[in-house]
């Protein structure tokens, strides 16, 4: 027996250390190994020295508990996140088909901050720039001994024109970080009911003779506005971001325009909603568009939404890429009719009239923003009657030559003479438009009042006339005066400002007692104070500085004091009611200062600095045509003028409501 166990210990102590480890002990005395082997058990011995198996029954007993906490917290979670889910479902625009069959679905809560996200900036034109910043650097401003007044304006103008000529790095229209449009729309981009649509869509029928109406339909007809909006509701195909585009940018002006005409509230938060599908659409159209009518128009729609909120370099860049696609198109020029949406010929009608809703807006910013137009009429091919045409395409036929022959570094270096003959043959047309105006306004003041009729026509002709006459200012500017003038322009230029500045505060009456559209304000501000080049208070203001005029002043305090917004909070240091009041504040204090109205111990030459724009007396036209070589170009400043006017409009354009 005990050789035996010698021997099998012997065997075992022998044996590999990988096959010890091999064996299948299950720990027992004697292991079930030795007994099947009938060998004394050497492993158990090794059994008995492992460590002491642990209490898992209690620890298992806490990990339990804690399980069960992290459980009902979980669930707790997705309960928040299912409640969340189910918000955002209730907020969220289903698709197309969903939202036809949800008609009375709750429609979002559009706050104040909501409606005034498009007055947040306002581009301002060069010729404001150029004024403001004559004023101050044309001599050395200071304002040591000045009385507080006077170091106050100094002080402010010197601020604002710091701020205007260097906007933040925001920016006014920067596109943030959106997702990429899928299928013509964003994700969580919402409509308004397809039966608010229907009726509305019904209802315009009957007033595309409407200004708005009229304007919009020009770059595309009603029909087809609507069926891009049936395209889009009852989308069996996937519609496209310029449908999208189209279709919000249309809606956003009929819903306006059912806003302003009925006075009903309605579809106010339809209007803002489409209004902010729109912007969010156009920011994040993509560089390069295919070369197409629908591409065109949807251009066109967001660069006449862009000037209705005072961004003009904006408009300037959608109507640019406009233009460019018409010339590919060769809408310029006599071609074969193109083939629309649905396979058939577009009418050449409707591809003309798109043109020259395209020509209107860059004859227009192009004087504004002092660029060359991207159309030029000698590029144009195709015959048309140009006395047949609406007035708006006059006007920017006007508009264009204006730059072209008297404006431009071309028009600016022609003799004085021509340009002044040139002049002449433009104010004498741009005087027969306002006449027609005059005429439409008596006619609708006589006619009986209809349902059917516009009932801001009146209104819309005013801001006709104050456009006119400011443009008109412009022209006459550009002519020499027959006799010496302290301010450089004639004496007629000096009384269509007056007259413009007039017009203006009659206009400015009637838009204050509608108050059915809140943005009406800033929409006349926009295309008549800004739009067109208002030269009327520059000429003006020189003229008072000159020549001491109190009459004129108190024109120009009232002209500032109209641009007051009625929100006091909205008032900020670069909104135009706040320049031409520091304007007027500082000629006052120069007119003072010349009649001893204010105390000895300011410092006049601060005044005198800050108001001496370099305008050097006007020759007569007489002394120009017997030979005054000096005066045979440029010599009564109209270019250096220009150039001021041109700064100061753009300060004005830069951030004029932030």
């Not at 869509?201 to 009229?214: A, N, T």
């Not at 325009?257 to 729109?278: A, P, S, V």
Request: hydrophobic share 35%; charged share 25%.
């Amino acid at each position: 027996m005990e050789s035996r166990g010698i021997e099998s210990d012997k065997r075992t102590r022998s044996r590999p250390a990988i096959a010890r480890r091999s064996i299948g002990c299950d720990r027992g005395s004697p292991c079930s190994h030795c007994v099947v082997a009938k060998v004394n058990c050497t492993h158990s011995a090794v059994a008995f020295n492992t460590s002491t198996p642990k209490q898992r029954v209690l620890i298992s007993a806490q990990y339990e508990k804690k399980i069960d906490d992290i459980a009902k917290g979980i669930d707790g979670i997705k309960l928040i996140l299912q409640n969340l889910d189910s918000a955002q479902i209730s907020k969220s625009a289903p698709n197309a088909v969903t939202e036809n069959n949800r008609e009375t679905s709750a429609q979002p809560s559009i706050t104040r901050d909501t409606i005034a996200t498009n007055v947040s900036s306002f581009d301002h034109s060069a010729h404001v720039i150029d004024l403001l910043k004559s004023v101050l650097e044309d001599g050395t401003v200071t304002s040591d001994g000045s009385s507080p007044e006077t170091s106050e304006v100094v002080s402010s103008l010197t601020d604002l024109t710091r701020t205007l000529e260097d906007p933040s790095p925001g920016g006014n229209h920067s596109s943030r970080g959106r997702n990429v449009v899928k299928e013509g729309r964003n994700e969580d981009s919402q409509m308004p009911p397809v039966k608010d649509v229907l009726e509305v869509l019904r209802w315009v029928r009957s007033r595309e003779h409407f200004f708005r109406i009229s304007r919009i339909s020009r770059v595309l007809p009603a029909e087809y506005f609507a069926e891009v909006c049936r395209k889009m509701y009852f989308a069996i195909d996937k519609y496209t971001e310029i449908d999208f585009v189209l279709a919000n940018g249309y809606l956003t002006y009929i819903f306006a325009e059912h806003l302003i005409t009925t006075g009903l509230d309605d579809y106010r938060e339809h209007w803002l909603m489409c209004r902010k599908n729109l912007h969010d659409a156009v920011a994040k159209l993509p560089l390069l568009l295919p070369a197409s009518m629908d591409a065109v128009a949807a251009l066109t729609v967001a660069a006449y939404d862009a000037m209705e909120n005072a961004k003009a370099t904006v408009a300037w860049s959608l109507i640019s890429s406009a233009a460019s696609l018409c010339q590919t198109l060769g809408y310029h020029r006599p071609s074969p009719r193109r083939r629309a949406r649905d396979g058939s010929f577009a009418s050449t009608d409707m591809q003309e009239s798109l043109f020259w809703s395209v020509y209107s807006l860059d004859k227009g910013l192009s004087l504004q923003l002092d660029r060359p137009p991207n159309i030029r009429d000698v590029d144009i091919s195709f015959s048309f009657d140009p006395d047949s045409q609406p007035r708006s395409i006059r006007l920017a036929r006007i508009q264009g030559k204006a730059y072209g022959q008297l404006y431009s570094p071309q028009g600016l270096s022609r003799p004085v003479l021509e340009r002044g003959h040139d002049a002449e043959v433009l104010a004498t047309q741009l005087r027969e438009m306002i006449r027609d105006v005059h005429v439409d306004m008596e006619n609708a003041n006589n006619r009986d009042p209809d349902e059917n009729e516009d009932p801001l026509r009146v209104l819309y002709l005013q801001c006709h006339l104050v456009c006119h006459t400011s443009l008109l200012t412009l022209i006459l500017r550009a002519i020499p005066s027959a006799g010496s003038s302290p301010s450089g322009a004639s004496d007629e230029c000096v009384a269509v400002a007056r007259l413009a500045l007039e017009i203006h505060h009659q206009c400015m009456t009637s838009i204050r007692n509608c108050k059915s559209d809140p943005q009406i304000v800033n929409k006349y501000i926009s295309w008549a104070i800004l739009n067109m080049p208002f030269v009327s208070f520059s000429v003006l203001f020189l003229h008072a500085v000159r020549t001491t005029d109190d009459a004129d002043l108190a024109v120009l305090d009232r002209f500032a004091r109209s641009l007051q917004p009625e929100d006091q909070a909205s008032d900020c240091s670069t909104h135009p009611h706040r320049i031409y009041e520091l304007l007027c504040r500082a000629a006052r204090l120069q007119i003072e200062s010349k009649t001893g109205g204010l105390d000895g111990s300011m410092n006049q030459h601060s005044l005198e600095s800050l108001l001496d724009i370099d305008v050097p007396d006007t020759p007569s036209l007489e002394t120009i045509r017997h030979g005054n070589e000096s005066f045979e170009t440029d010599g009564f400043g109209l270019g250096d003028w220009y150039r001021e006017q041109q700064h100061f409009l753009g300060l004005l354009n830069e951030n004029a409501f932030q």
